[in-house]
């Protein structure tokens, strides 16, 4: 059994910094993907950010340039820095893992952390 745990979440202002981790706990094999999600009020949620197995990166436009997704321990943390953050990053992120991370449909989700940007 996996279980994601976020932690990271919080508010920050506008052109600020947050870190966001993933702790996972169970069997995450080499060649899973790990990914973050986001889901703001009354939108889908959409990938944010992923890593699969071999190392690729793959990032939503939104987003290029400013977060960073990282890994270590095996997978076992999983890391979104987020640098030059706006308000419309305003949202819940998901950690993911597993299945078709980069398609929408991880095999595992966690339960979600909050961030907030203020203007």
């Known amino acids: 059994q996996v279980q994601l745990v976020e932690s990271g979440g919080g508010l920050v202002q506008a052109g600020g910094s947050l870190r966001l981790s993933c702790a996972a706990s169970?069997?995450?094999?080499?060649?899973?993907?790990m990914g973050w999600y986001r889901q703001a009020p009354g939108k889908q949620r959409e990938l944010v950010a992923a890593v699969a197995g071999a190392g690729f990166t793959s990032y939503a436009d939104s987003v290029k340039g400013r977060f960073t997704i990282s890994t270590e321990n095996a997978k076992k943390m999983v890391y979104l820095q987020m640098n030059s953050l706006k308000p419309e990053d305003t949202a819940v992120y998901f950690c993911?893992?597993?299945?078709?991370?980069?398609?929408?449909?991880?095999?595992?989700w966690g339960q979600g952390t909050q961030v907030t940007v203020s203007s």
């Open positions: 169970g069997s995450i094999a080499s060649s899973d993907g």
């Open positions: 993911a893992a597993g299945g078709a991370v980069f398609f929408g449909s991880p095999r595992h």
